[in-house]
């Protein structure tokens, strides 16, 4: 029998204490959140500020009730606030200023990410926030009770910053999206996919303000103006969505970091014995690039702690690698993309091209749901092998990307995609399937 201890149980952790309490039955499980919630989806956090859902009781997915009643003992509210890695004792503080001193045999560290602060000033005005926890949320929306809050300014255009901007919006609020790159996504999509979203935001409403720094937020106590280096705004809120940093506080000086996240093998072990990371606060394989990298997303979390729990329980589970695959959807228009950009792998230093196709997404003669598809794989010309892809359309494209995650995983060059069995019907696609036409196009 093990001793394991969670610090951190948001998806990364619910994930690893699921997993030990579902598969292993002789293991005591001890978890500390400093939160007062479990699984907050922040996915459908835009979709609650939008109205495009009625309340954020289907945002949760697990309750510490739940996890209890499965044997793990679970201190919510409660922050770890040191352990020592020596005698193998973690440190907490419940809310009432409680003191948990708990030993562990093996311990996983599932503390996640924290937004990246703006050290700009009137960073700390009031009405200037941040979108990642529930409460977070529930401060938006109550404030937007006030129907004298009219302009929002979004900082960041990356895809939290477009999805809160959207449901701005859609609630009738003058919208200012600000980003220092010349385009939204810019991580993510190649510039005919950036310029789609781009227009369909603009044809929604929402103010575009690329290539712009801000330097400074000011107001009397509260928000009333955001200074760029090329103009000001009036703002009633100012969301801050420029990116997250992982959370390794505990144990930074005795844990290895990579790109300040607790760097970590396969089966999720740190560079300490009998400790292991999971999620937003540790590193991934990236088999884009076929090297450890920082990639934060629920998915990655999710497989992160499942690898982990078993691992901790004396099962070896080695991580297959991720692609950082992701989708977003906006007024209509989906995205989705894996694996590497043209514009990444080109600055990677690989001798990468880019096969694109366009065309409607099932034959002419099917009147009603029909949209163009736009799709992009991205390739190395010495190697053959597929380095990312992504798809645009108004109709439902994304199971497509999965293939191509996989292709990356498993290393299939672009040749072999060409003459690959896809299927027609015409309810779904065109007997020269969109992916076939891009990769036979394929130098
Ligand atoms: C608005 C928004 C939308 C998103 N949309 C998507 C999406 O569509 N798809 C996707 O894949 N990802 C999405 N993400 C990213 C996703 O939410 C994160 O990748 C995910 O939350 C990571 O889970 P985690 O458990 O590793 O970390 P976190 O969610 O950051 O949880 C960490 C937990 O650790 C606890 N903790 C931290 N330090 C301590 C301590 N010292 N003591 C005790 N407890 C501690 C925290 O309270 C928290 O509960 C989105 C994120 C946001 C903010």
């Not at 009405?127 to 977070?136: A, G, I, R, S, T």
């Not at 999206?177 to 010349?182: E, H, Q, T």
């Not at 781009?198 to 575009?208: R, V």
Request: net charge negative; glycine share 8%; with cysteine.
């Amino acid at each position: 029998m093990s001793k394991i201890v969670v610090v951190g149980a948001n998806h990364a952790g619910t994930a690893a204490i699921n997993t030990m309490l579902n598969n292993y039955s002789n293991n005591e499980v001890v978890v500390f959140d400093r939160n007062s919630n479990i699984s907050f989806l922040g996915c459908g956090m835009a979709l609650w500020i939008g109205k495009q859902i009625s309340g954020p009781e289907g945002l949760f997915y697990a309750t510490k009730e739940g996890l209890e009643a499965k044997g793990a003992k679970i201190h919510m509210e409660t922050e770890v606030t040191n352990i020592d890695f020596d005698k193998k004792v973690v440190y907490a503080t419940g809310k009432n200023g409680e003191k948990y001193e708990e030993s562990y045999d093996k311990l996983i560290l599932s503390t996640g990410s924290l937004p990246i602060d703006l050290n700009i000033p009137g960073k700390d005005l009031e009405n200037v926030q941040f979108v990642k926890l529930y409460q977070h949320a529930e401060d938006v929306i109550k404030k937007l009770e006030n129907k004298e809050f009219n302009n929002i300014v979004v900082v960041g255009a990356g895809y939290i910053g477009v999805e809160l901007a959207e449901a701005f919006q859609r609630i009738g609020k003058n919208v200012e999206l600000i980003d220092l790159a010349d385009s939204c996504l810019s991580g993510y999509y190649d510039k005919e996919f950036r310029d789609l979203m781009n227009k369909n935001l603009a044809d929604n409403g929402i103010n575009l303000n690329y290539g712009e720094k801000v330097l400074e937020i000011k107001g009397n106590g509260k928000v009333e103006e955001v200074i760029t280096d090329k103009k000001s705004y009036k703002a009633d809120m100012v969301i801050l969505a420029v990116g997250f940093v992982p959370n390794t506080k505990l144990g930074k000086d005795k844990l290895e970091l990579f790109k300040n996240a607790y760097k970590v093998d396969l089966t999720q072990k740190t560079s300490l014995e009998d400790v292991y990371a999971i999620g937003d606060c540790a590193t991934v394989y990236d088999n884009s690039i076929q090297d450890t990298n920082y990639i934060a997303l629920a998915t990655n979390a999710v497989r992160s702690g499942v690898v982990a729990a078993h691992n901790v329980c004396g099962t070896k589970l080695e991580s297959i690698g991720v692609q950082g695959s992701n989708g977003i959807s906006i007024y209509g228009l989906n995205m989705v993309s894996t694996g590497l950009t043209l514009e990444k792998a080109k600055r990677l230093g690989y001798n990468a091209v880019a096969t694109c196709y366009e065309d409607l997404q099932k034959p002419g003669f099917i009147e009603h749901n029909n949209d163009k598809v736009l799709i992009s794989i991205v390739y190395d010309i010495d190697t053959r092998r597929v380095l990312g892809a992504q798809l645009a359309s108004r109709q439902d494209i994304s199971m497509g990307i999965h293939m191509f995650s996989l292709a990356i995983q498993e290393g299939v060059t672009i040749d072999k995609l060409k003459l690959l069995d896809i299927f027609f019907l015409p309810h779904f696609n065109q007997p020269y399937n969109y992916i076939t036409m891009a990769a036979l196009s394929a130098k």
